[in-house]
């Protein structure tokens, strides 16, 4: 994702396993198996590819045509809302799912994962009369707790979705906004403390230690 901090930047370096360890943990919370398959073979090496180019534009029709892009760009910011940090689409994780499904996963995952971005402009369509990136956020956020509940939606569909957010989360938490942004990152540790305040709005730890 875009200017995710590199090993030299940094002066160390954390190998691809403890990189991997820790967006399994992040991950676990969206889908253990979404996360098993979505870290599976170059998962890592392409996503830091993809940090260091530019953004993508909507209309990059790779895999997923450009009236499809529009969805998933409604889909991802469903997932991950602009609040006091970037949203998804702001990190570009609409591009990113693209770049990781074309470049590091299976003819039928990428099919998969276009049927579930249609599926849900369908199911929207059918019962709201408008495509999904045209309903309001709070009509946005209940389609796709139907979906989670699968309500309307099939086990199958479902299953989709875990791993089309799973990726979401997979490139939001490796952008720079996500590491820096959206959790916490302590450069230097500053020695053990048992004990310190936290409470609801406390942010996780960060990943730029991986970087």
């Excluded at 901090?5 to 940094?10: E, F, G, L, M, R």
């Excluded at 997923?64 to 760009?73: A, K």
């Excluded at 989709?160 to 450069?187: D, I, N, P, R």
């Excluded at 996780?204 to 230690?209: C, Q, V």
Aim: one cysteine or more.
């Amino acid at each position: 994702m875009s200017k995710v901090v590199t090993d030299t930047q940094k002066g160390n370096h954390i190998n691809n396993d403890a990189r991997r360890a820790f967006l399994q943990q992040a991950l676990g919370a969206v889908c253990v198996t979404a996360s098993a398959s979505i870290l599976s073979g170059c998962s890592l090496e392409v996503a830091d590819e993809f940090a260091a180019t530019p953004t993508k534009p909507s209309s990059d029709t790779t895999l997923f045509s450009e009236p499809q892009m529009t969805t998933l760009f409604a889909i991802v910011d469903t997932i991950l809302p602009r609040t006091d940090t970037p949203s998804a689409s702001d990190v570009n994780c609409h591009g990113f799912v693209q770049n990781q499904l074309t470049r590091c996963h299976t003819a039928e995952q990428q099919a998969s994962t276009v049927a579930i971005v249609n599926q849900i402009n369908q199911v929207s369509t059918a019962n709201h009369k408008k495509p999904f990136a045209l309903l309001d956020k709070q009509q946005q956020n209940a389609l796709l707790q139907d979906l989670e509940a699968k309500r309307g939606f099939s086990d199958e569909d479902a299953q989709h979705f875990s791993f089309l957010k799973a990726l979401v989360v997979f490139g939001y938490f490796t952008s720079e906004a996500g590491a820096t942004k959206a959790l916490t990152y302590q450069a230097v540790p500053g020695g053990f403390k048992g004990s310190i305040p936290a409470n609801a709005q406390t942010k996780s730890w960060g990943s730029l230690d991986y970087y």
